[in-house]
């Protein structure tokens, strides 16, 4: 007989791995496959995206800002994406509002990072998605290229059941 804790292993969901949340990407929102968007890191404390500056470069020479900006809301909509994997839930995901603060030109890959909000920020938006269909939450993503901070993205996802 087997303990409460190996149930709760036998019951959850595995993890989803940078290859297979690269491989939805690419699948679900083919632009991603286009950029050149990689998993670069995936964990219970955030994704990291990466696009190269060369799918996506500018007149100028450095990313361009359409790209950095998508880059950053994918990485907003992997997270949701991987936390409703791990429930099993499918609940359609979109996002509602989005802005970009860019403070420096980026002159190498860009690289996006969304960190894991606080657990009362998840409790929201299941509590939301399961009172009445809807859950809502905020995320901040981080653009960075050659190592140095580049822009601030602010999201608001919703995940929707139909």
Not at 14 to 32: F, G, K, N, T, V
Not at 55 to 75: D, K, P, R
Request: aromatic share 6%; net charge negative; with cysteine.
């Amino acid at each position: 007989r087997g303990s409460s804790d190996s149930l709760c292993r036998e019951c959850t969901p595995p993890r989803m791995s940078p290859e297979s949340l690269e491989a939805d990407l690419h699948e679900q929102i083919p632009l991603s496959r286009h950029m050149g968007v990689a998993v670069q890191h995936l964990d219970d404390s955030g994704i990291r995206l990466c696009a190269p500056l060369v799918a996506n470069i500018n007149h100028q020479g450095t990313i361009f800002a359409g790209s950095a900006s998508a880059v950053a809301m994918l990485a907003g909509w992997s997270l949701v994406h991987v936390r409703l994997r791990e429930r099993s839930d499918s609940a359609k995901l979109v996002i509602r509002r989005n802005d970009v603060q860019f403070f420096r030109p980026m002159n190498g890959d860009a690289e996006a990072w969304c960190g894991s909000p606080d657990p009362e920020a998840w409790d929201a938006f299941y509590a939301g998605l399961a009172e009445r269909g809807q859950g809502r939450i905020e995320l901040v993503v981080e653009l960075s290229s050659a190592g140095e901070p580049a822009a601030t993205f602010r999201g608001e996802y919703a995940a929707v059941r139909s």
